[in-house]
């Protein structure tokens, strides 16, 4: 169990649901990754650079994706574009002001760093839970 799941107050239900996770730190993967399996989630990834990421936003069949916007100095953008062109919902995760973003990516969900538990829980129950979400994106 993931420390962010430890300290949400609410489950969230992932069953059935695949989520990509594009993180380059170890930490903070591996405790996306367990909190999203607790929930129930499969977890595709995770991917560490942005040549992976993009790989994985073209092959996988992914329900939702939770970005790291920076990857080792390297902007995540072109795996984003291939996940809304794909019609899969992106929770970015940075530090950055949303009003730093290019136009196109400010209305996404955000997720500031240092991640809120309770922020966490919420923003993943509305954007990728089974009550919230259709099938699997292929």
């Not at 300290?7 to 993180?23: F, K, Q, S, T």
Request: hydrophobic share 45%.
């Amino acid at each position: 169990m993931g420390l962010l799941y430890s300290e949400a107050e609410d489950a969230v239900d992932l069953h059935g649901r695949r989520i990509l996770i594009v993180e380059d730190e170890q930490i903070v993967a591996l405790d996306l990754e367990l909190t999203l399996r607790t929930w129930g989630g499969t977890v595709v990834g995770p991917a560490t650079t942005v040549s992976r990421a993009v790989e994985m936003a073209r092959s996988q069949t992914i329900d939702g994706a939770m970005v790291d916007l920076n990857l080792s100095g390297a902007a995540a953008f072109p795996a984003i574009d291939i996940l809304l062109q794909r019609g899969v919902p992106v929770i970015l995760a940075t530090s950055y002001p949303r009003e730093s973003l290019p136009a196109a990516y400010r209305n996404l969900p955000i997720l500031s760093k240092p991640y809120d538990p309770r922020r966490f829980s919420g923003l993943v129950q509305s954007i990728f839970s089974v009550r919230a979400g259709e099938a699997s994106v292929h």
